[in-house]
């Protein structure tokens, strides 16, 4: 950083240099979107005054209309996008065009270093707003003055790791953005072109955008004109403007009700999972206005936080627009809005599950682990939201609703089985299925953090309690298999564990809380359970990973009798030198090791597990 004469140099943080890198390079191959973004910034800066003027009168901008200015200077080769909004201050240049607070910007930038030139999908679940000027400008100069200060702001930069910032001289607030347009984008500063990209990209915006004395857009809100006059196109354009989004999106719901409290809804569902997506505030992105005035788009109870992934308004012409964004946190009548919107939400779903199931897999695999919240935060709505929730099982490839499941149940199976666990791959492996698969039974695959948490508040459907099959006895003998016989039942009965088992408890001692005989395994040798009664294995995981647990409890390791390693260690532990025997001493604390090891854990000490295979080897050899 430096000084000379107030003006002040700084560097973009390290994730806006590798953002700025990617966008000059012309990321997009419809370059034309950076206006879009311009006019669309230029347009929330509008919207944001209007509703500050209503709370304080200095602010009003008297007579003066709200509009949205372009100008063409083909001699200088610049464009520029003036408002007359909120303008900046220069704290809030730094903020805004110095850094990205947005959690996921690393993982964005590796993935979009390796998406193609001229895609968008990733761009789209991200957005760069007033970064995109850089795709068609060699240099970006903003002058701006916050409403209500006296100070106007100069900042520059040319997009290669700098910004300036120094006083300027701008007589009313709002913001001028001029754009020194590179030479492979001159088509850029030609008003045909101009023209045709505000009126294409940019008419439902609320506000004049201007070009000389001509106004190239409608000004009227989208939202109040009947659904059946509004082009998929000009929704989808909407979509981008309130969204600032590049997605196309997955669903449109334009509503007008009529009843307690009045009120329109154009909401999306976006076809792409955005990056803030999972952020610790899990804030809502849905505008409210009222008699068509901005008034928030961080209104706490007008979205459940389960469908924050929803983009778009909401107006209503019941609430007051001297309300304040406090008073707004418990106003009634937003609860009730709040009400009508989730259920027309929930209904809106289930229709679209119901009629294209495979569309609605690609929701569900954006937004599924975010509706399930509801699970646990919306007790009132729980039903409906279960009807729309889906679930990966061991059935098929596709994905299944609770009432499926519970159709395909086999005679004598009384629980929802399931495994839970951090990756869906990882757990369609697990040994702890071998027995369901074995008899043909279904079981659930859940792999979202979020599982653990409303199967404490949902314990059963159609009165089938749902149990976890890495935890308690397997039950599986009540479940009658296709291809089991009675020597097979007689096979696993006669194996004579007891000294095994006997031995293993011995050498283990507390590392362990049992020993038994498994009745889930068929292939591998070992596996280790949560007893009955005890913390789920997938959830103490959980806890311990977030800092909430310090020590689990000890597993229970169950033996395959039907094994070869298993039976031949059995063999051993009955005769007369077992208790000599060094291979039975090694092979409790290798068998244990790979529970382990298979669960996606560490061996309890890596060297002797080392030194202890490496025996064993030798021996075999």
Known sequence: MSDDNKKTTFSFQTEVGQLLDIVASSLYSNREVFLRELVSNASDACDKLRYAALTDTALSQGSEEMAITLEIDSKAKTLSVADNGIGMNHEDLLATLGTIAKSGTGAFLEALKAEEKDQVGLIGQFGVGFYSAFMVAERVDVLTRKAGEA????????????????????????????????????????????????????????????????????????????????????????????????????????????????????????????????????????????????????????????????????????????????????DPMLAKIKTSITKKVLSELKKKAGKTPEDYAAFWGNFGAVLKEGLVEDPALRDRILEICRFASTENSALTTLSDYVSRCKDGQDAIYYIAGEDAAKIQQSPHLEGFRAKGVEVLLLSDQVDEFWLQHVTEFEDKPFKSITRGAADLDKIESETETDDDKDEADSAGLTALIASIKLELGDTVKDVRSSKRLTESPVCLIADEGDMDVNLERLLKKHGQLQQGMPRVLELNPNHQIIMKLAERANSDDAKSDDLLTDAAHLLLDQARIVEGEDPLEPVEFVRRMGSVMARAL
């Not at 505000?198 to 000389?212: A, E, Q």
């Not at 999106?249 to 999972?278: C, I, R």
């Open 151 to 330: 100070e106007s702001w100069f900042w520059s930069s040319d997009g290669k790791g700098e910004f300036t910032i120094e006083p300027g001289n701008r007589e009313t607030c709002g913001t001028t953005v001029l754009l020194k347009i590179k030479k492979d984008a001159r088509e850029f500063l030609e008003e045909i072109r101009v023209k045709h990209i505000i009126r294409t990209y940019s008419d439902h915006i609320s506000f004049p955008v201007k070009l000389g004395d001509e106004s190239l857009n409608s000004a009227a809100a989208i939202w109040v004109r009947p659904s059946k006059e509004i082009t998929r196109e000009q929704y989808t354009e909407f979509y981008h403007h309130t969204a600032h989004a590049f997605d196309e999106p997955w669903h449109v719901m334009h509503n007008q009700v009529e009843g307690a409290v009045n009120h329109t809804t154009l909401l999306f569902v976006p076809s792409t999972a955005p990056f803030d997506l999972f952020d610790a505030e899990r804030k809502s992105h849905v505008k409210l206005y009222v008699n068509r005035v901005f008034i928030s788009d961080t209104t706490k109870d007008l979205i459940p936080t389960y469908l924050r992934f929803l983009r778009g308004i909401v107006d209503s012409q019941d609430l007051s627009l001297n309300v304040s964004r406090e008073m707004l946190q418990t």
